[in-house]
Structures are given as structure tokens and as C-alpha cells.
Nanobody, 114 residues
Framework: VQLQASGGGLVQPGGSLRLSCAASGSISSINVMGWYRQAPGKQRELVVVITTYGSTTYADSVKGRFTISRDNPKNTVYLQMNSLKPEDTAVYYC?????????WGQGTQVTVSS
């Protein structure tokens, strides 16, 4: 499975960005897709994931500010990020996983700065 992420960029604190991640290849009908992020000098961490059925798991740090959604026919997930903070600055990675398999996207930079 290949993942193509887009939508990163530079935004001021309090601003918004929308990330997209499209999966292609042999897509399982049951899978989990979502976003992780890695800030300089820190470990990669979960942001949010969503199952095929729409169940979600959010990191506490983004609850109420970020919203994930998915379009199953298009094998695409979207991450709407609102009220962005400087601490949200990181490379955001899309991930796809199913039974016994996972794939990562190339990463997209999100920078929150005035």
C-alpha cells in the first residue's frame, strides 16, 4: 500500500490546516488509517487514528482541536487541524495498518509560528 500525504505548511498560532492522505494499492476492507507526528528531538507519537467503521482514537493533546474523517470509497483520510499551537509543529506521517501489515507515508511538515 502506498500513501500520499498533502496539506502541510506554515500557519500562525490559532490558525487551521487540513491534511489529506490517500492510500493506493491492495487496500484491505478492514483497516486503520491515521496520523502520527514527530517533532525535532522527540519520538514519533500518535495524533489520531480512525478505523474503517469510523471509530477514532485521539491523543489528549489534540482533542477538541483536531478532527479526523475518512472517505472509504476514495481510501482517503483527512485531518482538520484547528486552533493550532506552536507545540503542534512537527512532521506529520500518515499510517495505514491492517492485520499483520503497516505502511507509512513520506511525512508532511506542519509549522506553527508567528
Amino acid at each position: 500500500v502506498q500513501l500520499q500525504a498533502s496539506g502541510g505548511g506554515l500557519v500562525q498560532p490559532g490558525g487551521s490546516l487540513r491534511l489529506s492522505c490517500a492510500a493506493s494499492g491492495s487496500i484491505s476492507s478492514i483497516n486503520v488509517m491515521g496520523w502520527y507526528r514527530q517533532a525535532p528531538g522527540k519520538q514519533r507519537e500518535l495524533v489520531v487514528v480512525i478505523t474503517t467503521y469510523g471509530s477514532t482514537t485521539y491523543a489528549d493533546s489534540v482533542k477538541g482541536r483536531f478532527t479526523i474523517s475518512r472517505d472509504n470509497p476514495k481510501n482517503t483520510v483527512y485531518l482538520q487541524m484547528n486552533s493550532l499551537k506552536p507545540e503542534d509543529t512537527a512532521v506529520y506521517y500518515c499510517k495505514y495498518s491492517t492485520y499483520g501489515y503497516e505502511s507509512w507515508g513520506q511525512g508532511t511538515q506542519v509549522t506553527v509560528s508567528s
